[in-house]
């Protein structure tokens, strides 16, 4: 069992001892979650692909739930392509214990089994593992919730993966009642607001591979 610092919270996975960098997140409504379940929301970093304007017209509550950040102390930021985010001015020189991607998703392009929609979601998930490596600690671990079962599983999470020298440490059952408040958004079409089905699915877990390291210090 790990031992708990003092004044130390968690949920789910994570810890309030933990500086967490947090892509992706629709309406917000996840980092909201861990930061009203830590008291504070100061060692979080929240952020999404949306601008700000384009977030306020999506989702019906981003607006709130990015106040409410704030006031908790979280920083928030717009506009973050995870596929570019190592190069972003409020995060090249910062390094996180914890770098959350839930739900990763290209965009409704046509059916999920259909190849070409396949091939999209992987290049995202490609793009964030080749950016997420730079903005870990060295023990840190990044953290990709996901649906599994077919068509979910032909994105091969882990080859993507190994492909910046980043290896799995383990999987475990993503509970969403863990995180009150989070409401999963589809984020993209005339339905962006709406919510999606996300069982099964599971919290992926890697690490950078020792090799990583050295070609982090060498790159």
């Known amino acids: 069992m790990v031992k708990r610092r003092a004044g130390e919270k968690r949920v789910g996975h994570y810890s309030s001892a933990q ?8 309406d917000f409504s996840f980092s909201l979650a861990l930061a009203n379940g830590f008291g504070s929301g100061a060692n979080l970093v929240a952020t ?15 607006e709130s739930n990015i106040m409410e950040l704030k006031r908790l102390g979280c920083t928030v930021l717009h506009g973050v392509d995870v596929k570019t985010m190592k190069f972003h001015a409020d995060l090249k020189n910062r390094k996180f214990d914890r770098i959350v991607f839930n739900f990763p998703h290209a965009g409704f392009k046509g059916r999920e089994t259909e190849v070409h929609v396949i091939n999209s979601h992987k290049e995202l998930v490609r793009g964030f593992f080749r950016n997420a490596r730079y903005l870990l600690h060295h023990h840190g671990e990044i953290h990709v919730s996901h ?9 091969d999470l882990e080859k993507l993966a190994s492909e910046s020298s980043i290896v799995t440490t383990g999987k475990a059952r993503f509970q969403k009642q863990d995180y009150p408040g989070y409401n999963q958004k589809r984020g993209d079409g005339p339905k962006c607001n709406k919510s999606f089905k996300i069982d099964p699915c599971c919290t992926f877990k890697f690490r950078i591979s020792e090799a990583g390291d050295d070609y982090i210090l060498k790159d």
């Open 19 to 26: 500086s967490i960098l947090i892509v992706g997140d629709g």
């Open 48 to 62: 999404s692909l949306d601008s700000y304007v384009a977030l306020r017209s999506k989702y019906s509550e981003g």
């Open 147 to 155: 649906k599994t079962g077919h068509p979910y599983d032909r994105w």
